[in-house]
């Protein structure tokens, strides 16, 4: 696994051991990054559940202004260091305005005061967790955003969250990637 492209461009990344954590396969996260193109240049990102940090990475590479990684096991946010810490080296501005999280994602997003423009939700698919991370996360989220949703393609979803309608779904084998956008009206 490896950053695609940006400043730290070809950054090797560690994973995590076992089966706990499933990494995106790098076409997902390629499809993603290209549907969001536009959109990642000085923005605020969270990504949560975020296992190995790949997501958020990639994002930072790419031009996002920062990123707060959650995730509850030590493990992975260990992982997430040291990924944060190779992609540094390449690209040192890449870890100023990274936080990485060992917290439960569901306590963080229901207590954050914090709010994103981007969030990518890739929790563990059969932990039922990703309905009410979409609805909590939709909370914290500024005007303009767009929520990601990775899950298995037999996940049902609602169309909305909060301000947050379903805008695109991409499907990818047995993987399921939807894009919620802000349809708030304007003040």
Known sequence: MR????????????????????????????????????????????????????MGLELLSRGAAGCVFVDSSPAAAAVIRRNLNAAARREPSLSKNAQVLNLDAMAYIRRTRDRFDIAVLDPPYAAGLLAPALEETA????????????????????????????????????ILLRLYRWAGETA
Do not use: W
């Open 3 to 54: 950053i695609i492209t940006g400043l730290a461009r070809g950054c090797r990344l560690e994973t995590l051991e076992g089966e706990d954590t499933r990494p995106t396969a790098e076409r997902v996260k390629e499809a993603l990054c290209s549907a969001l193109q536009f959109e990642i240049e000085g923005r605020a990102v969270l990504d949560l559940f975020a296992g190995s940090g790949q």
């Open 139 to 174: 909370k914290h989220m500024n005007p303009g955003g767009v929520i990601v949703c990775e899950s298995d393609r037999q996940l049902e979803l609602p169309e909305e969250a909060g301000d947050y309608r379903l805008d695109r779904t991409y499907r990818y084998g047995r």
